[in-house]
């Protein structure tokens, strides 16, 4: 997901950069905490930001935790900070943005519909 090798992993580890845990086995094995921390240093350090205005105000930078793909759909979900977003779009699309598991994304929400529910136990008006 942050697209360096297990050298890099270990280093970082050793360096503290990274936090790891440690499985039964022995592995390390990194939180979804600092995958995101660390997306989010480099994309403030990083000047190359081709988007210069958006009118949605709704935008959540995360990364692509799930893409599955048929012929004509897919879903496409993405971890941005404690918030899951799932879009539905063509398999063209996915195509088109070349979207994989680890990649870094913007979920743009605008929405047209509001759904209100009511909960149980209102009591009803005469």
Known sequence: M???????????????????????????????????????????????RPIVAQSARNRFAGIVTRVEKDRVAAVVEILAGPHRLVSLMTAEAVDELDLK????????????????EIPSGRETRT
């Open 101 to 116: 598991v680890g990649d870094e994304a913007v979920a743009v929400v605008k929405s047209t519909n509001v759904i209100v």
């Open 2 to 48: 942050l697209g360096v090798t297990v050298d890099t992993v270990r280093r970082w580890a050793d360096e503290e950069r990274l936090i790891v845990v440690r499985s039964d086995g022995g592995q390390r094995l990194v939180p979804i905490g600092e995958v995101t921390r660390l997306i989010g240093e480099r994309r403030q350090a990083t000047t190359d």
